[in-house]
């Protein structure tokens, strides 16, 4: 089954307290993204990778980290969180080129942080 | 920077009766612009992606429209039910270049409530 898996899917924790939100995808998809959704705000995206060791910053980077060393994994850390940074936060994956594939995004299920 | 904007917030209407959600965005500079669903405590599901050159795109009771010289878009949902009840996202994509295809901006979304 084609999905996108997000790791873990609730977690609280302290500020400044490291950690990784793990996602991974099994379609070999070149494309990932990350988002946060927050209310009143909408969803933001947080950082885009176009195929592996290519990154790229959305509308809302600061205080994250990624990285894409292999094709399905493309981890969000927060190194040092803070309560800012409570939050939804969504994987999603898709087919590159858009131009190409026309194929929509394939969105995880979400993780709910919550920084204290 | 761009814009993205919903129109109605949230939305009430009885089963059966035709709908039309409304999306508008601030640079008509885009590559393709989506529809999207979220149900409550989920991921989005992608309903309809529409290409900068085209006008229209139709999926069932669905049919996305795409006014890019204006910066609208509508998403007409025909007959609809109480199993459409969810929140409806619209999203662009820049027109840039290189990884800027890889951008995501989102509106707030509308709140749809079918009532039987």
């Known amino acids: 089954e084609a999905q996108v898996t997000q790791n873990p899917r609730y977690l609280i924790t302290v500020t400044g307290k490291k950690l990784t939100v793990t996602c991974s995808q099994n379609m070999n998809h070149e494309y990932m993204s990350w988002y946060r959704q927050d209310p009143g705000l909408g969803l933001r995206q947080i950082y885009y990778s176009m195929n592996v060791e290519v990154t790229d910053k959305g509308d809302v980077p600061e205080g994250y980290k990624v990285s894409r060393k292999e094709k399905r994994n493309f981890p969000l850390i927060l190194e040092s969180p803070s309560p800012n940074q409570t939050s939804l936060y969504f994987c999603?994956?898709?087919?590159?080129?858009?131009?190409?594939?026309?194929?929509?995004?394939?969105f995880g299920d979400g993780t709910r942080l919550s920084i204290l | 920077k761009q814009e993205v904007t919903q129109i109605p917030a949230a939305l009430s209407v009885p089963e059966g009766e035709n709908l039309v959600l409304n999306c508008s965005f601030t640079?008509?500079?885009?590559?393709?612009l989506q529809w999207f669903r979220q149900d409550p405590g989920k991921g989005l599901t992608s309903l309809l992606l529409?290409?900068?050159?085209?006008r229209e795109q139709t999926s069932g009771r669905l049919n996305a429209s795409l006014d890019k010289s204006s910066g609208r878009s509508t998403l007409y949902i025909a007959a609809s039910q109480p199993g459409d009840s969810a929140t409806y996202l619209c999203a662009v994509t820049p027109r840039g270049g290189g990884t800027s295809y890889g951008k995501l901006t989102f509106g707030q979304g509308t709140i749809l409530t079918v009532h039987p």
């Open positions: 529409i290409q900068s050159s085209q």
């Open positions: 640079d008509s500079a885009i590559y393709n």
């Open positions: 999603a994956s898709s087919s590159f080129p858009l131009s190409i594939s026309n194929q929509p995004q394939h």
